[in-house]
């Protein structure tokens, strides 16, 4: 690994199919992996990781951004954290009503077979991941 | 002789189709952007995954995933058709069609039983036309096709695939090449044929362009992480396959409307011309009947 990298700031990269929603210089930020979240500072080992619903934060100085992002990957490399997610919305943007309505639908949702119990459990994590990141933000 | 009226009527009416047809070339061409755009973001997606892919399969080594799979017997296919909502669009639908008409006769003559669902009014009545039952129909990817709507159908399939109910996914669409190039094209999404669409370093610790190769942490393992992937490898590319369609719709239609322009400014020079020669028809034989009735008067 090159030493010097790791005097230097990470830089966060957010990627979702419809757009690349962030690409800025952080100083430390917590990912949310499957099975809990995972902070990452500058000069990490090479990572990569599966995302389960949460709470991305990247941490720039005195400011904090954070968004909701709904499973995915995550790419640690030479100071870059890729993250690959289908949806990511900002903290703030996470409304409480339409994601309780989620949670409702998602409990509601079939649960049969083993393919629609996966489907069902994804379903409700996301929206209890989203209930919980609007409670801490309004 | 043709009369004077009329022609100024008609060009008139040509005149008004024009503004028509270049205002709607004018959209086509912003949709178009728009549209192009959005691709090109997708592509950031797509690529990451893709090097994502390469990385893993380099740990993981063979992967084996029900998507990926060969059924050695197709008993069931479906072949999913995306065509436009709207026509004035040139050959775009047609092309497409054709091309899902031959992979449904192809199906025919290999007895093999097919379920078909279509997206897009056009192709909607298509097969009104052609007798031919459709077994889902979606009119909501306009333009701007998103993601989660997709991912949602995609989902379906999955689910319909690993369950045994379809063995092959086929996808009749506009492939986009360039803004010069578009081509109909019927492929195959399920099962995946390839994960990695292209091996650029390999997996040697010594890639091409002298950068060693990461040695990765994985949280969870790395077979894991694929098993993971593939569905969202499968969920892009049939957005791509969207995306591709919007935009080869958006460029078909400007290239049809500044067709359409250009035909009328056309018409309208040839009958500026006769309504010229009609005009100056008349006052020539209104001069003569003047000069006659001058000289009869002498």
Not at chain 1, 6 to 22: D, F, G, M, N
Not at chain 1, 66 to 73: I, N, P, R
Not at chain 2, 22 to 42: G, N, S, Y
Request: proline share 4%.
């Amino acid at each position: 690994m090159n030493p010097t990298t790791s005097t230097s700031s990470l830089k966060c990269v957010v990627v979702t199919p419809e757009k690349a929603v962030l690409d800025v210089k952080a100083e430390f930020i917590v990912l949310p992996l499957y099975d809990g979240e995972f902070g990452v500072l500058p000069g990490h080992a090479p990572l990569v990781g599966r995302l389960g619903p949460g709470e991305l934060r990247v941490k720039q100085g005195e400011k904090t951004l954070a968004y909701f992002v709904d499973g995915g990957f995550a790419q640690v490399r030479a100071n870059v954290v890729t993250v690959l997610t289908p949806r990511a919305i900002e903290a703030k943007d996470v409304a409480p009503i339409p994601s309780q309505q989620m949670l409702a639908d998602a409990l509601a949702m079939p649960a049969d077979t083993p393919r629609q119990r996966e489907l069902r459990d994804a379903a409700i994590a996301s929206a209890r991941a989203r209930i919980r990141i609007s409670e801490k933000y309004t | 002789m043709a009369n004077s009226r009329v022609l100024l009527k008609r060009r008139k009416a040509v005149r008004n189709i024009r503004k028509i047809t270049r205002t709607m070339e004018l959209i086509a061409t912003t949709r178009f952007k728009k549209a192009l755009d959005r691709a090109t973001e997708a592509e950031a997606y797509t690529r990451k995954i893709a090097e994502l892919a390469v990385d893993l399969s380099c740990s993981a080594g063979e992967v084996s995933h029900p998507l990926l799979e060969k059924r050695p017997t197709i008993r069931k296919n479906l072949l999913l058709v995306l065509t436009a909502n709207r026509g004035l669009c040139g050959g775009y639908n047609s092309n497409v069609l054709r091309e899902a008409a031959r992979r449904i006769a192809e199906l025919r003559t290999a007895n093999t039983e097919f379920d078909l669902e279509m997206s897009g009014k056009r192709g909607a009545t298509w097969c009104r036309f052609q007798g031919l039952a459709l077994s889902a129909f979606y009119d909501k990817f306009e333009d701007k096709p998103q993601f989660a709507q997709v991912a949602e159908l995609a989902t379906k399939y999955i689910t319909l695939y690993v369950g045994g109910q379809i063995d092959r996914l086929d996808v009749a669409y506009m492939k986009f090449h360039n803004p010069a190039r578009q081509e109909a094209v019927v492929e195959t999404l399920l099962p995946l044929s390839t994960l990695v669409t292209s091996t650029r370093h390999g997996c040697d610790p010594v890639a091409a362009d002298g950068t060693t190769a990461v040695d990765y942490e994985y949280a969870p393992s790395a077979a894991d992480i694929l098993s993971e992937l593939v569905p969202m490898a499968f969920q892009v590319r049939l957005f791509k396959c969207f995306l591709d369609a919007a935009v080869s719709e958006q460029i078909a239609r400007r290239i049809a409307m500044k067709a359409a322009t250009e035909n009328a400014a056309e018409l309208i020079k040839s009958i500026t011309r006769e309504y010229n020669r009609a005009r100056q028809a008349h006052i020539t034989k209104e001069l003569a009947e003047i000069i006659a009735g001058a000289e009869a008067l002498k």
